[in-house]
């Protein structure tokens, strides 16, 4: 498979000389949402009514995907009912994070950097290592949303993610928001998908907005 939807939105997030992870709480569940949403196009998740069941335990080949799933069985076969997409995300965004970047740092577009900010405090840094990979998606997203090109279901679902989580300076900086948000929302919609796929999309939008809203909440009070 490709860099996963997860991956994508992390590659958008790391700068690419300094390492650094960019607004990185939303970014950090839009990760974890991403991963969800790759499972559910891959067929191994299903979502209703905003909660997710596993549907298929066949492996993907995806690493990534494939611990994600597992452990995300565990933990909802010992509850009484599917758990909600939100409880997952609260769960297991951080986690997922780092699961992410090991995924990319295994697959060689970042690397690790150790540090020690005020020479004591340690810190680790991911600069990227090949910038191939992230020139396609830049080039992806702007063919859909600035020039207005079909996106295929997986485009269109990252630009949800993207848009739920408030990234659009992540995904396009130097373009101011109001001339992207449209485009974006239309997509976001998603009529261009599946019952189930648009169900997945709508629900992880709403988890998005939802623990975005918290976290600016937290940091303002």
Known sequence: MSVTLGEEIMLLSLDDESGAAKEQQAAGWAV???????????????????????????????????ERL?????????RSRPPE???????????????TIDSLRARGLVSEEKRKVLGLFPVRRYPEADGATEAELRERL?????????????????????HAAGLHRLAFPGVPAREVKPRMEKMAEGHWAGDD????IRTMQAAMVAVTAAVVATTVT
Do not use: F, N, Q
């Open 70 to 78: 597992a452990l995300m069985d565990a933990w909802a076969a010992k």
């Open 85 to 99: 997409v939100t409880d997952w995300l609260a769960r297991d965004h951080a986690k997922a994070v780092g699961a």
């Open 32 to 66: 974890a949402g991403g991963i969800l949403l790759e499972l559910v196009l891959a067929g191994r998740l299903s979502v209703d009514g905003g909660r997710l069941t596993v549907a298929d335990r066949t492996p993907t080949g995806v690493a990534l995907l494939d």
């Open 142 to 162: 702007a063919s859909v949303v600035l020039r207005g090109a079909d996106p295929d279901d997986r485009s269109a679902g990252l630009v949800a993610l993207i």
């Open 197 to 200: 796929v648009r169900a997945a």
